[in-house]
């Protein structure tokens, strides 16, 4: 049975098809993750004109059929082209980082009306930013998203013995975290342990190991494992987690660390809890060769 499904919808993923075809995969609030094949969208006379864009914003409307998962496009008319995310290029790495991640980890019709708001925000946020903020911005968003699916890190506790890290000034606060100042020292610190989800304090990181590396996560012949931080990075990384996106866009002062950049310690950690998961965009930013 045939029916017409009219969404709102962001444009994830477009494809060449054929010679005058095109693949495109779309994430909406009601249905998820849709893969539409929009009928004649490379000729010049298309119908469709910017709505296919990537990271375009449109109102699609389709034909769904439950025995398929690729439908027709019927229409898009576009309502947001997010033309601020193509230049500088710091832009649009941090919008494809961002949409490159949703791409991956959501299912095929499973709605998510939260990470979509979330996506629409920080694409909001991102299209006026500084080129300095953008890094910021990807890491706080992937912090978010995270946890929307099920996997925010804790950032207040060691994992095992529930107990705060020494010296810490996040247990008791969170969207209100003053920016810290860089701390090369070992006082108060702890670790950030991929595996088992959040931090970890030195005596019970001395007691139990980190878990097995996937071989997803081996990089360069060395394994990802826990990672020491100190008070400043550490609050840092609340700071990602809690703050909104226009505000951290607005900050002149970002965190600072003198430690591993949060956006290493953040692929480590969706590289554990999303897995299998290779992602292209990050691969890229971190110098290494990027996947086929």
Known sequence: MRRIVRSEALCLRVRDFHESSKLVTFFTPEQGKVACLAKGARRLKSRFGAALDLFAQSRIIYYWRETRDLYTLSDAELTRSFS????????????????????????VHDPNPQLHQLLLNYLSTLETASPGHCS??????????????????????????????????IQNREPKIQNPKPNSGTSGACYFDPARGGIICSACAAEHPPFPTPKSQIQNGKPKTQTLLDPAALDALCYLLYTPAAQIAADPNLPLTSQAPPLSLLSSFLYHHFDPLLLNSLRWQQGLKPSP
């Open 84 to 107: 601020g995310l193509v230049q500088p290029p710091e832009r649009f790495l941090a919008a494809e980082q961002m949409t490159e991640f949703v791409l991956r980890v959501i299912p």
């Open 136 to 169: 910021a911005l990807v890491c706080s968003f992937l912090l978010k998203a995270a946890s929307f699916l099920g996997f925010r890190p804790e950032l207040r506790r060691c994992v095992v013995c529930r107990r705060p890290p020494p010296e810490s000034q």
